[in-house]
């Protein structure tokens, strides 16, 4: 509907000597039903262009709107509300077909083709393997396999991608943890020492190193290593044994969490390669021919002033060590390399002043960064009896999410990371998350599905059949209209939250969905009606099944017919 009265709207303004280039109406449901079906600020957004007030602009629009004339079959009526809102209606045939539309599309409803023959690479999670997946971590991989699915649900062919890196600093210290507490499961009479103050405090082997990895996981990766090889292995080299074995043990554990939370990935992408193909340091020689690196005080500085900062950065530390932006940089040279269209990164707000610098070293080297996108999520706080917590974990000082998944259930805490917008930050109430009642969002949409399950298994039990033709413009009343109206909005929704890299308002408009089912099915009864009537409604029930199934499928969330 939109496409189609944009273009009417731009017919009509071409008749009035032509809107600015590339002007594009926009459109709004508005939010009491008496200013009708689909909202439009045109004549605002025209009133510089016309020399004009907005209300004169919207009522010439209109009066060329009636002169096409508009499709009545579509829409039964436009009026100018305010200082120049046009307000369009639906005809009651328009719903019907669009009823129709939903049944006939089934499990494929809420699909477009926006991004057809395009190329979408996601890259999320991205943790390094240095320990489990916290409840951090669980936003980030939510929030990026929904964004994936929601560009899948607009025609992109997504590919998700998991960046590390194995080398460093970090894997070392690991490394090294593990093969300390295998020394102490081989001998557990060697020397302790107390790290850390108070609560902090731990008792470790005498070999641990002070900046260690603290966990329970790592003691426990230690013992599987001595029970797969024995007592004998070399403690006194570079500790790569060590690692090798904490880096495979530890993304076995991330691996079996991502499934837990329906997500596959499809390619990991290793930092270290960079390295071994030179890329990094080509980058670095890159930026020298073009004056944007130099030396100095030993480190290796990039230009940044030349962008607009205030300083520049380092590139390469004294030590020889590269900073994160170069092989960052390095990285989003090579997805556009590979020919992905769109490059969607899924970042914590820890990155909000840094990610900049890699942008501006991508559009350095030539590439458009505008094929670039980056979601920056805030943060989660756990909350109990409204105050936040630090629940009870054996994995280290930090909450897992695997813990959080085993106190909450998987859809549950699928659901909670995507019911807010995610530049906001998230208080994850542990409470409503475990309340079977309608307080708590994702229990009200899978009671709503449930629900509907149950009242066509009944209306079956009495001889109703929903199969075959109904005649949908039986569907008069204004909640059974109303249900039509917001379920029609599925596919529009789908592509604005995926536009947006918002799944929150697919979230929210689920809600919606539930909510009209509920005044429908309170004011709307089906069985006992006379038949075509029921088998009409019986129909619309189907099609707020499908609706809420497919949208809880973008959502990655359970849709269950009983509960």
């Known amino acids: 509907m939109q496409a189609y009265l944009n273009d009417c709207i731009l017919s009509a303004l071409e008749a009035m000597g032509g809107a600015p280039e590339g002007f594009a109406p926009d459109f709004e449901q508005p939010a009491n039903p008496d200013h009708g079906d689909l909202s439009c600020n045109a004549a605002m957004k025209l009133a510089r262009h016309f020399r004009k007030s907005p209300r004169m602009i919207a009522d010439e629009i209109v009066s060329h709107l009636n002169a096409l004339p508009m499709d009545a079959s579509r829409i039964s009526g436009v009026e100018v509300a305010g200082p120049g809102f046009l307000n369009f209606r639906f005809a009651d045939a328009h719903l019907s077909d ?9 499990a494929s409803y809420g699909r477009t083709e926006r991004g057809k023959g395009k190329r979408a690479l996601v890259e999320f999670v991205s943790a390094n393997p240095t320990g489990p997946l916290t409840v951090g971590h669980g936003r980030n991989a939510v ?32 490394g090294e943890s593990v093969r300390a507490r295998y020394m102490a499961w081989v001998n557990p009479e060697m020397p302790t020492k107390v790290i850390g103050e108070g609560e902090d405090a731990l008792t470790v082997p005498e070999t641990f190193p002070e900046d260690g990895y603290r966990g329970e996981y790592i003691s426990d990766i230690a013992k599987a290593l001595l029970d797969e090889s024995g007592p004998n292995l070399d403690v006194t080299g570079d500790a790569d044994v060590f690692k090798k074995a904490a880096e495979k043990a530890i993304f076995a554990d991330i691996e079996g969490t991502l499934k837990r939370l329906g997500i596959h990935m499809d390619s990991f992408f290793n930092e270290r390669t960079l390295y071994e193909s030179n890329r990094v340091w080509e980058i670095v020689e890159s ?20 962008f607009g900062k205030e300083q520049d950065t380092v590139l390469v530390k004294s030590t020889g060590e590269p900073t994160y932006r170069l092989p960052d940089i390095g990285y989003h040279a090579d997805k556009l390399d590979r020919g992905f269209d769109l490059c969607i990164d899924v970042f914590g707000a820890d990155h909000i002043a840094t990610f900049p610098d890699v942008m501006d070293g991508i559009r350095s080297l030539g590439y458009n960064a ?16 409204g105050e936040p917590v630090k629940m009870s974990t054996r994995k280290a000082t930090f909450v897992t999410l695997d813990e959080l998944m085993d106190e909450v259930g998987d859809d549950v805490t699928r659901y909670f990371f995507l019911m807010r ?30 629900r509907i399950c149950s009242i066509l298994r009944k209306a079956e039990e009495t001889g109703l059949d929903a199969t075959g033709q109904a005649d949908l413009s039986l569907l008069d009343h ?8 917001v379920m029609m909005d599925l596919p529009g929704m789908i592509d604005r939250a995926a536009e947006g890299r918002e799944p929150h308002r697919l979230s929210n408009h689920l809600r919606d ?47 269950p017919e009983r509960m």
């Not at 309170?522 to 009537?533: K, M, N, Q, S, Y």
């Open 513 to 559: 969905v539930a909510v009209a089912f509920t005044q429908f099915y309170g004011h709307c009864r089906i069985i006992g009606e006379a038949p075509e009537l029921a088998k009409a409604r019986l129909q619309l029930a189907v099609a707020a099944r499908q609706v809420l199934k497919n949208g809880l499928t973008v959502l990655g969330i359970g849709a």
């Open 98 to 106: 669009q009823l129709q539309a939903i049944l006939d599309a089934g």
């Open 143 to 174: 929030l990026g396999d929904t964004i994936a699915n929601l560009l899948e649900w607009s025609g992109y062919d997504v590919d998700r991608e998991y960046y590390f890196n194995d080398a460093g600093r970090q894997m070392r210290i690991l």
């Open 287 to 306: 930026f020298r021919e073009k004056d944007l690196a130099y030396d100095k005080d030993g480190a290796v500085w990039f230009k940044t002033t030349e």
């Open 478 to 485: 204004e909640a059974e209209q109303g249900l039509v109206k």
């Open 421 to 450: 917008s995610p530049n906001t930050h998230l208080e994850f109430d542990l409470d409503l998350a475990k309340e079977a009642s309608d307080k708590n969002p994702v229990f009200y949409l899978q009671y709503a599905h449930a």
């Open 370 to 385: 505008d094929k670039v996108d980056v979601v920056i999520y805030q943060f989660v706080t756990l909350v109990r009896g």
